[in-house]
């Protein structure tokens, strides 16, 4: 019998939570790998297995009698060899396809840490051999319920350092939908790499009216310096090599670099991207 179960990696994850979601709906037999068991979230046709993308001996047994696999990790300091991990794993195993959940700005000679290493790992699959897809989200806006979040529920505003620049974060959900699509059509999308944005490249002040308009009170963006950013994340203990990445994103959105829009979503879901303002309503309780 041909095999025909899907890997899905990350998938305690608001990403991952979503796609096996969705694979469950489309009663697709898949397996959702993670460290820790009692984060599982259970789901007719998703099997959990624990396996630790560290150690590569754990990872045949959760990867066997898969044709696919979604892979997404976090940004650990052995990151590139984690997922090197995977791609070599589905290599012996002989698994066809790979939907890599990647960067916005994915390059292996970027100078920093998150792009550098993604760009790393998308040359070693891309030499691999195994058909692949690259997601790239040009930011994500469910990242904005942690600090933002929590700065709005207790301030009624919150501090950014990208100016009036604008990027057009995608809509997680919309990025599940995606890999989605792409799992379950996979020759449509083979070897393939999709920039994904929202319709609408935005602001802070935009995010901020959006949020006001959800929670019916007004919140305020207060734009910060590069260097109050910096000193705030370092305050948090954050890994140097983290903060000079987004030091670096908040840089290239404050010079107007990333406004860059794609029909990447609206094309592969055959529907308009989510808006920030369908965001804002839906996760208005994180901001109340």
Same mark, same amino acid.
């Given at each position: 019998?041909?095999?025909?179960?899907?890997?899905?990696?990350?998938?305690?994850?608001?990403?991952?939570?979503?796609?096996?979601?969705?694979?469950?709906? %489309?009663?697709?037999?898949?397996?959702?790998?993670?460290?820790?068991?009692?984060?599982?979230?259970?789901?007719?046709?998703?099997?959990?297995?624990?396996?630790?993308?560290?150690?590569?001996?754990?990872?045949?047994?959760?990867?066997?009698?898969?044709? $696919?696999?979604?892979?997404?990790?976090?940004?650990?300091?052995?990151?590139?060899?984690?997922?090197?991990?995977?791609?070599?794993?589905?290599?012996? =195993?002989?698994?066809?396809?790979? @939907?890599?959940?990647?960067?916005?700005?994915?390059?292996?000679? $970027?100078?920093?840490?998150?792009?550098?290493?993604?760009?790393?790992?998308?040359?070693?699959?891309?030499?691999?051999?195994?058909?692949?897809?690259? =997601?790239?989200?040009?930011?994500?806006?469910?990242?904005? =319920?942690?600090?933002?979040?929590?700065?709005?529920?207790?301030?009624?505003?919150?501090?950014?350092?990208?100016?009036?620049?604008?990027? $057009?974060?995608?809509?997680?959900?919309?990025?599940?939908? @995606?890999?989605?699509?792409? =799992?379950?059509?996979?020759?449509?999308?083979?070897?393939?790499?999709? +920039?994904?944005?929202?319709?609408?490249?935005?602001?802070?002040? !935009?995010?901020?009216?959006?949020?006001?308009?959800?929670?019916?009170?007004?919140?305020?963006?207060?734009?910060?310096?590069?260097?109050?950013?910096?000193?705030?994340?370092?305050?948090?203990?954050?890994?140097?090599?983290?903060?000079?990445?987004?030091?670096?994103? !908040?840089?290239?959105?404050?010079?107007?670099?990333?406004?860059?829009?794609?029909?990447?979503?609206?094309?592969?879901?055959?529907?308009? %991207? +989510?808006?920030?303002?369908?965001?804002?309503?839906?996760?208005?309780?994180?901001?109340?």
């Amino acid at each position: 019998m041909q095999n025909k179960k899907i890997a899905v990696f990350g998938a305690t994850g608001k990403i991952g939570l979503e796609l096996i979601r969705l694979l469950s709906l %489309a009663k697709i037999d898949t397996v959702a790998v993670t460290r820790n068991l009692r984060r599982a979230v259970p789901h007719p046709y998703i099997e959990w297995i624990e396996a630790d993308i560290a150690h590569k001996n754990s990872l045949h047994a959760a990867m066997k009698n898969c044709s $696919a696999v979604f892979l997404l990790s976090g940004n650990s300091p052995d990151f590139i060899k984690e997922q090197k991990n995977v791609i070599s794993t589905a290599k012996e =195993l002989n698994i066809q396809y790979i @939907v890599k959940l990647s960067s916005g700005a994915a390059d292996k000679n $970027a100078h920093f840490f998150i792009p550098k290493t993604h760009g790393i790992v998308e040359d070693f699959l891309i030499r691999s051999g195994i058909h692949y897809t690259m =997601l790239r989200p040009n930011g994500i806006m469910q990242n904005w =319920l942690g600090d933002i979040a929590n700065s709005v529920r207790k301030e009624r505003r919150f501090h950014e350092s990208t100016g009036d620049g604008k990027r $057009a974060h995608v809509d997680a959900r919309d990025v599940s939908a @995606v890999a989605f699509a792409c =799992l379950t059509n996979p020759a449509k999308h083979y070897d393939k790499i999709y +920039l994904l944005t929202s319709d609408r490249a935005l602001n802070y002040y !935009d995010v901020a009216e959006a949020i006001s308009k959800a929670i019916d009170e007004e919140v305020r963006y207060i734009p910060i310096s590069l260097q109050q950013a910096r000193e705030e994340m370092e305050r948090q203990g954050m890994p140097a090599a983290l903060v000079d990445t987004f030091i670096s994103y !908040d840089a290239a959105q404050r010079n107007g670099e990333t406004q860059i829009v794609t029909d990447c979503v609206r094309m592969i879901l055959e529907k308009p %991207a +989510l808006t920030v303002e369908q965001f804002a309503k839906d996760y208005a309780t994180h901001f109340q």
